[in-house]
Each structure stands twice: as structure tokens, then as C-alpha cells.
């Protein structure tokens, strides 16, 4: 894309909610009691820990990191936010105004969630109930890329849905919040142009793979078990830099492949930022992962990327994707804690934010305005 047709994306930015001046005294953490999805149990047919979200805060509160009034309430992405990305045609789908009957609507959702008996609910239970807190989730990413422009790095305790895409939903994933944080960026931030994705959740991030295929400006790497879903050959061709790894790789070698390959990547092309999947689903014993990471693996794994990114000083937004066993809420806890004490990121319940590490980017204007997959 031209810097004229740049220009021309940003003066089109719609009116959003999302994009909005954070007080100094919040850390750029972004969460809303709203993401954990609790719907009469059916959310415990799927091995996805949905409650998983508010779990990570309650570490982080009991290790006197954060409070409810350091953090950043998520909002949720409205239709206008979702249509930057989706088409009106894939969002009809799921929700209750279009022409089809009823069970479709829930047909589709059920599908992307992979809980069954979502296909004869009512689809208004079905949207507040599910697709709401995924709603909220996109919105939060979408917000913590802001902040990660303004602050040097964000984290959005929930999101990461890296197997939907512009017209298509799967894996848990029904809105391409990957996609739609740098399309955000794209259009409402001058000096943004370019953008890595390092996604490093054990499957195939197919969803924005997809959406970026033709465009130069998006630089995507991806680690993932090479014999899980989704397999998709065709998104594979929009990775710029493809790790594809065995069934039980273990710590010395995920790491050091990890390392090599964020280094060569962030030195082959500086983003102006990077969006990180930071999936837990790489922990040993996961049942969809098929890796065997250690918790002390996925903690170093995370030190990695940001200690590359905050050497470049280019900012960062992490968000949580997968992760399909109990302990993954307390191992993204001790990561993000262990990224504190590491002088990675800063703040604290006890301190106050403190000075930002990267020199606030000012100079940034910003318009206001069965078989279960996995995340």
C-alpha cells in the first residue's frame, strides 16, 4: 500500500469507543470481568478452560501486581469496530436478523465453538452468552494495541482468536481480533506501516494468516506442531517465517528455535509493532498441544520475545490464545510477573505505574472515533 492510500485509510477511520485517552496511573493491562463465559455448564463440554481470564487476574491481584483500578476495562467491540475487518455476510451469520432460520445462526456458532447444543439455543442467549465475552475480548485487543503504541507494550489478559478470519470463524475463534488490532492501527495511527505476528500458540495461526495473505506491510512468523489443526496449506503461504514442529518437542529445543527465529525475524524487517500470541496450549499434557513445553519453558519462552522486542525498543501487545488445562491461569501469572522482575515491563499494584520504558510515542496522532480444534 502507498503512503497515499495510508493517508487516505487513516482520513476514513470510523467513530469507535475503543481508541480513547488511558489515565497514566492504569497499566497498560487490559481485562473485563466480561470475557469469562459461563452459560448453564455447556461451556465445560469444550476442554477450554473459559473461565481461564479471571483466573490470570486473581494471581496477578494476589501478587499485589495489579488492582481493579490500575487495569484497563475492555469494551466490547461494537459492529462498526468488527466491520473494519468482517464481512457484513460473516457477521450476519451470527447473529439473529438475517433471512435463514434460527437453527443456522446457531448452527455457525456452534460449529466455531465446537459445543454441540449450542445449535438449538436461542441465539439472543447464544450472543450474550458467548459471542459477548468473545466481543469483549476482540475489543480489549483492539484497545491494548493503542496502548501498546502509547506505552511500549500491552497485554490484553484475554483474545487472541488466530483461527478466524475476515469470513470465517473456527477453533473457538469467532472474530479476528489479531487482524482488526493492526487494521485499527493501520487506519488511526500515523506512523504505523508495518507489523510482525509472532505466534507462538502450538497450532497454525490460519485465521489472520489469511487475512494478511497479500499484504506486505504484515510480517508473520509462526511456531506450531506441524501434525494438529487446521493444516491449512493455503495460509501458509503468508508466513514469512514457518517453524514447524514434532509431536513432544520439548524445552532445550523449542527455546532455542525461539530465540533464533524472533531474533531473525524482528533483525530481517523492524515492525512498527508486534503482536504477540502468547498460547499456553504448548504446556506439556495439553490435550490438543501436542508439545511438551514446561511451565518454566512457556515463562522463558515469553522473557524471549519481549526482551527482543524491548531491546529494539519497538512496542508490543501480547495476548493469551490458547491453553487447555487449569494450571495455564497461573503459569500466564507468573509469566507476566516474571516480565516485571525482569525489568520487561513495569508497575505494580504497591508502586504505581512508574515511568513508561519506551518514551511515550507522542509524536503518534490518533484518531478517536466431538473432535475439538483449538484457539
Known sequence: MS???????????????LY???PQT??????????????????????????KWGKVIHFLREEQFITEENIVQAREATEEDLLVVHTKRYLSKLKNHVL????????????????????????FLVQRKVLRPLRTQTGGTIMAGKLAIDRGW?????????????????????????????????ERVEGVRRATIIDLDAHQGNGHERDFLDDRRVYIMDVYNRYIYPGDGYAKRAIKRKVELDWGTEDMEYLQKVELHVEGALNEVRPDII??????????????GGLAISPQGIVKRDEIVFRAARRRSIPILMVTSGG?????????ADSILNLRREGLIEGGASEGPGPSLMPLMMSKSVSSGATFNAI
Open 3 to 17: 503512503e497515499k492510500e495510508d493517508e487516505k485509510e487513516k482520513r476514513g477511520a470510523h467513530q469507535t469507543e
Open 20 to 22: 480513547f485517552e488511558v
Open 26 to 51: 492504569c497499566l497498560p493491562i487490559v481485562y473485563s470481568p466480561e470475557y469469562n463465559i459461563t452459560f448453564m455448564g455447556l461451556e465445560k463440554l469444550h476442554p477450554f478452560d473459559a473461565g
Open 100 to 123: 435463514e432460520g434460527s437453527r443456522e445462526w446457531s448452527l455457525v456458532v456452534a460449529t466455531i465453538t465446537e459445543i454441540p447444543p449450542v445449535l438449538f439455543l436461542p441465539n
Open 154 to 186: 500491552a497485554i490484553n489478559v484475554g483474545g487472541g482468536f488466530h483461527h478466524c478470519s475476515s469470513d470465517k470463524g473456527g477453533g473457538f475463534c469467532a472474530y479476528a481480533d489479531i487482524t482488526l488490532a493492526i487494521k485499527f492501527l493501520f
Open 275 to 288: 503482536v504477540y500470541n502468547a498460547g499456553t496450549d504448548i504446556l506439556d499434557g495439553d490435550p490438543l
Open 324 to 332: 487447555y488445562q487449569k494450571k495455564t491461569a497461573r503459569i500466564i
